[in-house]
């Protein structure tokens, strides 16, 4: 489908996709609990598997943690704030944050695309 858009346009649907994932970012750092800032810190927007397309994600080394101590497994404490685990209750901030936002983000999206290929074929 890429090879279908003019070039022109790339440039605005992808301005249209920073600011919503912006957006979503913003959110879920807004909603994540506030303990030694590693959860916020690692919530972060990464290049997605097409051209025009990111993907917002949350976790990874810094919120990774034995899941006991004296224990080897481990935990990637983001997926326990964001749905509990037997000992803490959920403290959702990423789903919440997709969700709320999701609608808005795909709206501007479309607008995007559809202003950008309306000025482009009326040249």
Known sequence: MMRSIPRAVKPKVRAAIDKGTAEITARMK??????????????????????????VT????TTTRPV????????????GQEFG???????????PSVNSTNNRVRRRIDRAIGKA???EFSK
């Open 117 to 119: 290929i309306k000025e």
């Open 58 to 61: 949350a976790g990874g080394p």
């Open 68 to 79: 006991r101590a004296g224990q080897s497994a481990e935990f990637d404490y983001a997926l």
């Open 30 to 55: 807004y909603l994540a609990p506030e303990d030694d800032g590693d959860l916020k810190n690692s919530i972060r927007v990464e290049a997605g598997p097409q051209e025009l397309s990111a993907t």
């Open 85 to 95: 685990t037997a000992e803490t209750q959920a403290q959702p901030f990423f789903w």
